[in-house]
């Protein structure tokens, strides 16, 4: 995967939090907080690189940029931390007032006729002849239990 687009955006954006959750998470001083990042950069643009390309409407390519952040901070700490500690850390480094945003946006177009219509695309999507298959993914749309309330409402009240 090129380093350029998508994946250099995401360190554009999140490298700075993740530096300072490093101080305020794991209790780092700044200069070795500075000297984590610097080498966490390298190390994010080799995992990138050796990650193959995604379709350019595949949805799983975020989630493989952000794992290759947060891989890229984890293999260059002084000590590995816990479980628990980590997903601490990443959602305090994640979750800065840019992503704050954009969930808060992103959230208002979730079940819309448009988001379902993509999602049938994605379930019926064939990849092109030639482009190897990581995976198949299928997006099966199912009624949840608010959805069966609505949908029985009308069935219940005509009683």
Do not use: H
């Not at 700075?16 to 959750?21: R, Y």
């Not at 949805?59 to 952040?69: D, E, P, S, Y």
């Amino acid at each position: 995967m090129k380093y350029i687009g998508m994946p250099m955006g995401m360190w554009v954006l999140f490298g700075k939090s993740f530096e300072q959750n490093l101080c305020t998470d794991f209790g780092l001083n700044s200069e070795t907080a500075k000297a984590v990042r610097k080498r966490a950069k390298s190390r994010y643009k080799e995992i990138i690189a050796g990650a193959p390309e995604f379709e350019k409407a595949d949805r799983f390519k975020m989630n493989l940029v952000n794992c290759a952040l947060l891989c890229a901070f984890v293999l260059n700490m002084p000590e590995r931390p816990d479980v628990g500690r980590l997903t601490e850390y990443y959602a305090d480094s994640m979750m800065t007032s840019p992503m704050k945003w954009f969930c808060r946006m992103s959230g208002k177009n979730k079940f819309t006729d448009k988001d379902i219509s993509s999602l049938r695309a994605t379930e019926n999507f064939e990849p092109p002849i030639g482009i190897p298959i990581r995976g198949i993914w299928n997006f099966i749309l199912t009624l949840t239990a608010a959805d069966m309330r609505l949908v029985l409402l009308p069935v219940v009240s005509v009683r």
